[in-house]
């Protein structure tokens, strides 16, 4: 079993940045990547970055604003979002993939115009 918990979400103007957390606890070594996705109410879920040994991805749509990065001593996880849109208003979730995906429980990242 895997427990991650995110932090980090919040208000932010358009233009702004935010870094969103996510700490990782229980049968950790086990964890083969680690991702963040984001939901809007009435969409379905969708990738935003993910991170394994030696390599990340992200959607099209954050390429070159949004930066995944991993803390093995920390357990954790970030997602460093800069040139924030208000379309990147959302939930988003942090995944741990150990051959089953776990998730937590999302933070709210809300982007004004």
């Known amino acids: 079993q895997v427990q991650l918990v995110e932090s980090g979400g919040g208000l932010v103007q358009a233009g702004g940045s935010l870094r969103l957390s996510c700490v990782a606890s229980?049968?950790?070594?086990?964890?083969?990547?680690m991702g963040w996705y984001r939901q809007v109410p009435g969409k379905q879920r969708e990738l935003v970055a993910t991170?394994?040994?030696?390599?990340?991805t992200y959607a099209d749509s954050v390429k070159g604003r949004f930066t995944i990065s991993r803390d093995y001593g920390k357990s954790t996880v970030y997602l460093q979002m800069n040139s924030l849109k208000p379309e990147d208003t959302a939930v988003y979730y942090c995944?741990?993939?150990?051959?089953?995906?776990?998730w937590g429980k999302g933070t709210l990242v809300t982007v004004s115009s």
């Open positions: 995944n741990a993939d150990t051959g089953s995906a776990y």
């Open positions: 229980g049968i950790i070594f086990s964890i083969n990547a």
């Open positions: 991170i394994t040994p030696g390599r990340t």
